[in-house]
């Protein structure tokens, strides 16, 4: 049910994308239950002059190294899930590929439950 | 009032996408009365390691041919005008370019009519 | 707290791109009092093909100089400060990099303050 686009500076191998998208998804698995087969993820590398963010805002240090993880998905998370998730996903990214937790920024953007359609033009959400 | 993003692999043809954004357009205008004109479209194009999606979520087959179709558009539509366009835009993106329906996820972000501006600064949803 | 994209055609320079970042950012601190260390951009440069609008909607003259804004922001708003946003927004981009105000297309995003983290796990607006 999330959708996940996942912003980065260019410049970083396959592999590393690759660990990126599966730690994200792997805490939004363990943090708030999604199922381990609803993955959708969007990855997309910027130039430099593309990609800006404040180095220090919140008095959180960040540097080129950082990603942007922009969450679409359902309503109904409670605030501890939420923060639960933010947790994770920083864990799994300092462990693979190894990007620290002050580099992360994430925002979670919620939908409807109707507002979502999985092929075949259904509204698998909506039926079930 | 819509924004509508498009994001597929790379590879395809600048026609083939023409098309693809052609049939999202027209089946909004059919399902959901948006009017001809109001047409606001994004495609991203991506390499293998940075267009992820589950092959098999609820049992529904995709492929490399897979398109996420992510729609902002304003807070109003009923379940039942939501679930016609989920149909017609499988329905019209199968005659032209020939996606199959399987391939085809689709989410809807809904947002206040106030928060658009179409040009000059005006909140041109505000105000009529 | 918002993340702020940007799409434009590709063709333009790292100046132009850079002052429209700039006066994007400004008219969101001028105008709805963001914080002047809150900043989060990301630039999309796009083929023609790939960024379709149309050239009259609402009575609006576009061309390929058109650029879209999708601000992802908190809740909170009033429609008055999204009005000044939206007028501050283009008279800063006419001044530099002098985008016609007519070019400007504008959309918000809202989520809750609790869906942001901005580093180290942490869901800062949900503890402050």
Redesign the interface.
């Known amino acids: 049910m999330p ?1 996940v686009q996942i ?1 980065l500076r260019a410049g970083t191998t ?1 592999e590393y ?2 660990a990126l ?1 599966d730690a994200v998804h792997r805490a939004m698995v363990e943090a708030i239950a999604i ?1 381990a ?10 130039a430099p ?6 180095p ?3 008095g ?3 540097s080129d190294r950082v990603v ?1 993880i ?1 969450i ?1 998905l359902s309503h109904g998370r409670k ?1 501890q899930q ?2 639960k998730l ?6 799994l990214l300092a462990q693979s590929p190894g990007v620290p ?12 439950w ?11 959400y ?1 039926d079930t």
Chains 1, 2, 3 share one sequence.
């Not at 933010?86 to 864990?91: G, H, P």
């Not at 937790?101 to 409807?112: G, K, Q, W």
Request: proline fraction near 6%; charge should be negative; avoid cysteine.
């Open positions: 959708l912003a396959p994308r690759a998208a199922p087969d609803d993955r959708f993820q969007i990855i997309t590398e910027h002059a593309n990609l800006l963010y404040d220090h805002y919140l959180v240090h960040r942007f922009h679409t605030p939420k923060r933010y947790k994770r996903i920083t864990e937790p002050n580099e992360i920024v994430i925002v979670l953007s919620e939908t409807a109707e507002n979502w359609s999985f092929g075949n033009g259904d509204a698998q909506m």
